[in-house]
């Protein structure tokens, strides 16, 4: 469940019971309406009462004012009765025009006017002008006349009181029930919405309750895995082979593992919170100046400072030194800012005499081909020349003689050739020497005249004139002997080989690099050329595609002697049906830096 | 010592060539691709009494095989396109009975060539060896 979901819930919780009460309020409206019209009714019977009261006490005035008069002949009792007179006729129109009379009662209110204007007009009347004319009114049947007339005034007049208050009782009646049901309705709506409200609040407090369920079941699954990450980490750290400390950003450690502790003499206890640069002490291996730390890097460069061998040596807190190779990566936080630093080192220094071993490894093995080359070189001629003696001791002509001796000085001319340039490979020199490339060149294709004779590959030279570069003469000759080999190798039976010589002058190239003076020597053959997939791992030690003829090691060897010198080495290759083949470029300064470590 | 013996029985055949040349004269393919080499080694042979086919790599030196009385062949070993280990053993099929010496400028040659041929020899061990060596060859003939 989302926050979006949960208000959502708690707008329903919110809603609903007000929905609910405006439901109820409509319904006990719509009862207290009903109810409120019976009360309406009830005081209109009550006003109808009155009213029928009221007249019958000015019908009492009239006959009272009247019987005065009757008796006493002053006219100051017909006051009464002409007051009652004047109001009647109104207050019976008043009575009439009330609402929510039947027909019955109209019809009562009729009979009441007519028998009260009978009662005026054949009694009331007649005796007031009688008196008035000074006669007599005691006459009994008149009486007894007026009073009949009266009792029906005074009997309607009953009627319509009965009848009304007959409506008020039924009326009464009426509103009870109306409560009563009201009563009812409201106790059955406030019994429904609360068991409606109930339900729905508990189906929604179940629903969150699950989703808190759930969210903290999430949470502890994530604890745990936190957990178990933090522990595999850990694990990972302590049992890594590589030495780990971590920084925080202003380059105090916070943590070390055994490997890290081991390698720089220093306990975790011991180096947490100092300075990287106390416990890691890290100096040039030939100028012996303290080295910027790989963390110092990363802050500064604010990136990963990939590992490689800087040639530092690691200043161990008994003073012992180690051979290294470092590198840094900054930790970042979630918005990118750099929160501490990781530093991973080793100790190279079995790996370093791992490498001189298999350098020397490599320079026997190509020793050892050029041993089988040699050989064959010199015991060819050899083989002429000892049968032409042979010959020539066992009698011969003095013109075959001649002949002979010709030809066993050819024979040993080649030998001279193959000695020299074959002292030349082996030549070692302390200090670099000014070497001309054409004629190293021409040396060894003579050397490997043979080899490429007996694979079948042409070679075609495009040398025009001595270049000259400062180097080891031995070193080139093996690196130039490889990379030949390899060539004759890639381009089979029936390929050829072109070796051309470019030299470089000292200048500017197109894109503002400084250009050194110098040659690149190419060697390009026409082989089926590398897969893209094999050509990042030429340059590695023991990747060989010669299976159990290469050793793996010629072109990591023969680039770390170009680095050596300064120079560079790269392979183009295309495997297309046309335009196939492998070419390997060679740089070399005419006045190289030499860098006595061998590069890399 | 009887190495000394058969040495002796060669330089003797070398010095009087003519007659040895009327009474055996087998017929030997040398197979070379060393152009000195094999010219000069044909002279010796000659000179020691055989006729002498040559051939200047393999395919040549097969054909040679086939079409002629071969009676023995001198194969070098280190040839361009076909090494002699090849041709040997496609001299095998065609004739098996012919003997073959292999020469080779190297040291030291694999076990499964060496066991193709009848002897083997290194180049530059001199002529008295290979006479010596082919006469073996052909002792069983003469």
């Known amino acids: 469940m989302n926050l979006s979901q949960f208000n959502n819930i708690l707008r329903q919780v919110f809603v609903l019971p007000v929905v609910a009460l405006l439901v109820v309020a409509g319904a006990l409206y719509f009862q207290i309406r009903g109810s409120n019209e019976t009360v309406n009714l009830i005081q209109e019977s009550d006003a109808r009462i009155s009213q029928a009261t009221l007249l019958s006490k000015l019908v009492v005035d009239e006959e009272s004012g009247l019987r005065g008069y009757e008796t006493t002949g002053d006219t100051r009792f017909l006051q009464p009765f002409y007051e009652a007179e004047s109001h009647l006729q109104t207050e019976i129109q008043n009575l009439d025009n009330l609402a929510g009379a039947d027909a019955d009662q109209k019809h009562d209110i009729a009979d009441l006017r007519d028998e009260h204007q009978t009662w005026q007009d054949a009694f009331a009347l007649p005796v007031i002008a009688t008196v008035r004319g000074g006669g007599q009114t005691n006459d009994v049947d008149l009486n007894l006349h007026g009073k009949v007339l009266m009792d029906n005034v005074r009997h309607d007049l009953?009627?319509?009181?009965?009848?009304?208050?007959?409506?008020?009782?039924?009326?009464?009646?009426?509103?009870?029930?109306?409560?009563?049901?009201?009563?009812?309705?409201?106790?059955?709506?406030?019994?429904?919405?609360?068991?409606?409200?109930?339900?729905?609040?508990?189906?929604?407090?179940?629903?969150?309750?699950?989703?808190?369920?759930?969210?903290?079941?999430?949470?502890?699954?994530?604890?745990?895995?936190?957990?178990?990450?933090?522990?595999?980490?850990?694990?990972?750290?302590?049992?890594?082979?590589?030495?780990?400390?971590?920084?925080?950003?202003?380059?105090?450690?916070?943590?070390?593992?055994?490997?890290?502790?081991?390698?720089?003499?220093?306990?975790?206890?011991?180096?947490?919170?100092?300075?990287?640069?106390?416990?890691?002490?890290?100096?040039?291996?030939?100028?012996?100046?303290?080295?910027?730390?790989?963390?110092?890097?990363?802050?500064?460069?604010?990136?990963?400072?990939?590992?490689?061998?800087?040639?530092?040596?690691?200043?161990?807190?008994?003073?012992?030194?180690?051979?290294?190779?470092?590198?840094?990566?900054?930790?970042?936080?979630?918005?990118?800012?750099?929160?501490?630093?990781?530093?991973?080192?080793?100790?190279?220094?079995?790996?370093?005499?791992?490498?001189?071993?298999?350098?020397?490894?490599?320079?026997?093995?190509?020793?050892?081909?050029?041993?089988?080359?040699?050989?064959?070189?010199?015991?060819?001629?050899?083989?002429?020349?000892?049968?032409?003696?042979?010959?020539?001791?066992?009698?011969?002509?003095?013109?075959?003689?001649?002949?002979?001796?010709?030809?066993?000085?050819?024979?040993?001319?080649?030998?001279?050739?193959?000695?020299?340039?074959?002292?030349?490979?082996?030549?070692?020199?302390?200090?670099?020497?000014?070497?001309?490339?054409?004629?190293?060149?021409?040396?060894?294709?003579?050397?490997?005249?043979?080899?490429?004779?007996?694979?079948?590959?042409?070679?075609?030279?495009?040398?025009?004139?001595?270049?000259?570069?400062?180097?080891?003469?031995?070193?080139?000759?093996?690196?130039?002997?490889?990379?030949?080999?390899?060539?004759?190798?890639?381009?089979?039976?029936?390929?050829?080989?072109?070796?051309?010589?470019?030299?470089?002058?000292?200048?500017?190239?197109?894109?503002?690099?400084?250009?050194?003076?110098?040659?690149?020597?190419?060697?390009?053959?026409?082989?089926?050329?590398?897969?893209?997939?094999?050509?990042?791992?030429?340059?590695?030690?023991?990747?060989?595609?010669?299976g159990e003829n290469g050793t793996g090691l010629g072109l990591w060897v023969s680039r770390g002697i170009i680095n050596k010198h300064g120079g560079t080495i790269c392979v183009t290759s295309d495997t297309g049906d046309t335009d196939h083949g492998t070419k390997v470029g060679v740089f070399l300064a005419t006045n190289p830096t030499i860098n006595a470590g061998g590069g890399d | 010592m009887k190495g000394t013996f058969v040495y002796s029985r060669v330089i003797l055949s070398g010095v009087d060539g003519q007659n040895c040349m009327k009474q055996h004269s087998n017929l030997v393919l040398c197979v070379d691709d060393e152009r000195i080499g094999l010219e000069v080694r044909k002279i010796l042979l000659e000179r020691a009494g055989y006729r002498v086919l040559t051939a200047s790599d393999g395919p040549t030196g097969l054909a040679v095989f086939s079409a002629e009385p071969v009676e023995a062949v001198v194969l070098d070993y280190s040839m361009p396109g076909m090494h002699g280990g090849e041709i040997a053993t496609q001299m095998r099929q065609i004739k098996p009975e012919v003997p073959i010496l292999l020469l080779s400028a190297y040291i030291g040659l694999a076990p499964e060539v060496t066991s193709l041929v009848d002897l083997y020899m290194t180049k530059g061990e001199g002529a008295p060896v290979l006479l010596e060596k082919l006469g073996i060859l052909l002792q069983p003939v003469s």
Request: aromatic share 4%; with cysteine.
């Open chain 1, 158 to 546: 009953d009627d319509i009181i009965q009848k009304a208050e007959a409506s008020r009782t039924r009326r009464i009646a009426r509103w009870h029930r109306q409560v009563h049901s009201l009563l009812l309705v409201l106790l059955a709506l406030a019994l429904g919405m609360g068991v409606l409200i109930g339900l729905f609040t508990r189906s929604r407090l179940h629903a969150v309750s699950a989703a808190y369920r759930g969210s903290l079941d999430i949470l502890s699954r994530r604890a745990e895995e936190l957990y178990q990450s933090e522990q595999q980490l850990r694990t990972t750290l302590e049992s890594i082979g590589d030495g780990v400390i971590t920084c925080d950003a202003e380059g105090r450690i916070q943590m070390m593992n055994p490997v890290a502790s081991e390698l720089t003499g220093w306990s975790q206890p011991e180096a947490g919170g100092h300075q990287l640069e106390d416990v890691f002490r890290i100096v040039d291996e030939t100028t012996r100046e303290p080295v910027e730390t790989p963390v110092a890097k990363v802050m500064r460069l604010d990136k990963i400072v990939g590992m490689a061998n800087h040639h530092t040596i690691l200043l161990r807190k008994d003073g012992t030194e180690l051979d290294i190779s470092d590198s840094g990566a900054p930790i970042r936080d979630k918005s990118g800012n750099t929160i501490g630093i990781v530093l991973v080192f080793r100790d190279i220094t079995m790996e370093r005499k791992t490498q001189e071993a298999l350098i020397a490894n490599e320079k026997l093995a190509v020793a050892g081909r050029l041993a089988a080359t040699i050989a064959h070189e010199i015991h060819n001629p050899l083989d002429s020349v000892t049968n032409l003696i042979y010959l020539m001791r066992n009698g011969a002509t003095p013109e075959e003689s001649v002949r002979f001796m010709d030809m066993a000085q050819q024979e040993l001319t080649r030998v001279t050739q193959i000695s020299r340039a074959m002292l030349g490979l082996y030549r070692e020199s302390k200090a670099p020497v000014v070497v001309d490339l054409k004629e190293t060149l021409e040396e060894i294709l003579l050397l490997m005249e043979r080899r490429l004779h007996d694979l079948g590959v042409t070679v075609s030279t495009d040398m025009p004139e001595p270049v000259e570069v400062s180097a080891f003469p031995a070193e080139l000759r093996q690196v130039f002997t490889n990379l030949v080999t390899n060539a004759a190798e890639a381009a089979g039976p029936g390929g050829e080989i072109k070796i051309s010589i470019t030299p470089q002058t000292a200048g500017i190239d197109g894109s503002g690099q400084k250009l050194q003076a110098g040659a690149t020597v190419t060697i390009a053959d026409n082989g089926p050329g590398i897969p893209e997939d094999v050509q990042p791992h030429l340059f590695q030690p023991f990747f060989t595609t010669k």
